[in-house]
């Protein structure tokens, strides 16, 4: 089956903004590189031992999930799903990589998540990747997955020595503006490193630390003052930033050091952003619609990982938003955002 559920045509379909592939192309080019012992060392100790023996045999045994269409095809029939917006995992950023790697990586990625989602074309719409560690290399890679028939790229909340406010990424932001494309925030990895070793706090607390911290440099930075029309899509519901953004408010109007950057008051900047559903508690999903306003925020699972939802829709429906604002989190706003013009 390869046709969109949904059959009314004054409805949208149900789409799931945040799901992933996994890529066996992009690991078999690192395999052998000197610095992925490294990188593995950083990733182990940031998440502890723990963490990591029950990662490893969750990822393995959704890897069908991860691969294969035909699965991830009946799993969203399951979950009552039409169309995913498919980004690549986030341990395929690789952002240790020098350039030569890096182009090689993200010309895999990109051609390999198209290639994955034209076998269901009309149920599936892909994001590539662009080396943040190499600057100078990101308007040429979003170029490349744009030419791939992809909706965008997917980033994380910040490349070894930058942050997202750093203005080597300028281009990045100005072509992405010109041409529409999606930039989603997906962290991978926290900075707290040792400090969030136990008890998958490197997940639970540092993926919404990491959004938090990402989304605030986008803000008070100026970059959306400077590219209005930059289309940001957040992960997890944009971390901590949406339920604490009256701390951020007062901060810009009591200190000129945090005024300095942005035009108008923090919180304003939600509406500008896209925020995913995944909050996992129906009264913060409720804030966030409210902060944002409910134009802004869109479906999403993180399938098929453990810290997802099997049931987006059900845990959308359990906010009990109003009706309109429900059908447009549900699927009218990505139908809006994911529209070829």
């Known amino acids: 089956m390869t046709t969109p559920r949904s059959t009314d045509a004054r409805t ?3 789409v799931d903004v945040h799901a992933h592939v996994l890529l066996p192309e992009v690991e078999a080019l690192v395999a052998d590189l000197p610095g992925l012992a490294q990188a593995k060392a950083l990733d182990a100790r940031r ?34 799903v039409d169309i995913q917006l498919v980004s690549p995992s986030p341990s395929h950023y690789h952002y240790w990589t020098d350039e030569g790697t890096a182009e090689k990586l993200y010309r895999l990625a990109n051609e390999a998540t198209a290639t994955h ?7 599936l719409r892909g994001l590539g ?17 744009l030419e791939q028939g992809l909706a965008g790229v997917e980033i994380s909340s910040h490349a070894p020595g930058r942050e997202l406010s750093d203005p080597a990424y300028e281009p990045l932001w100005s072509r992405a503006e010109e041409t529409g494309a999606i930039v989603f925030l997906h962290p991978f990895g926290c900075t707290l490193d040792e400090r969030l070793d136990r008890w ?3 997940n639970t607390v540092g993926q919404p630390t990491e959004n938090a911290v990402a989304l605030s440099h986008l803000i008070f930075s100026g970059v959306l003052d400077r590219h209005p029309g930059l289309k940001v899509l957040a992960a997890h519901g944009g971390g901590y930033l949406p339920t604490h953004i009256g701390r951020s408010d007062h901060a810009w109007s ?6 300095a950057g942005c035009a108008h008051r923090p919180s304003s900047y939600l509406k500008r952003l896209y925020f995913d559903s995944l909050v996992h508690d129906p009264a913060v999903l409720r804030e966030l619609v409210r902060a944002a306003g409910p134009g802004q925020v869109l479906l999403g699972s993180d399938f098929p990982f453990d810290m997802g939802t099997q049931d987006p829709v059900g845990a959308l429906r359990a906010a009990h938003l109003p009706e309109a604002d429900y059908e447009a989190v549900r699927g009218g706003n990505a139908t809006a955002l994911l529209r070829k013009d």
């Open 12 to 14: 949208s379909p149900t």
């Open 47 to 80: 998440n502890g031992p723990a963490a990591l023996a029950v990662s490893g045999p969750m990822v393995r045994e959704r890897i069908p999930l991860l691969t294969d269409v035909t699965a991830r095809l009946a799993a969203m029939d399951t979950q009552g």
């Open 117 to 123: 989602c034209s076998a269901a074309p009309d149920r």
């Open 129 to 145: 990747l662009v080396p943040l560690q190499h600057p100078e290399h990101t308007v040429r890679a979003l170029d490349h997955a």
């Open 200 to 202: 998958y706090l490197s």
């Open 254 to 259: 009591a200190r000129s050091d945090a005024g």
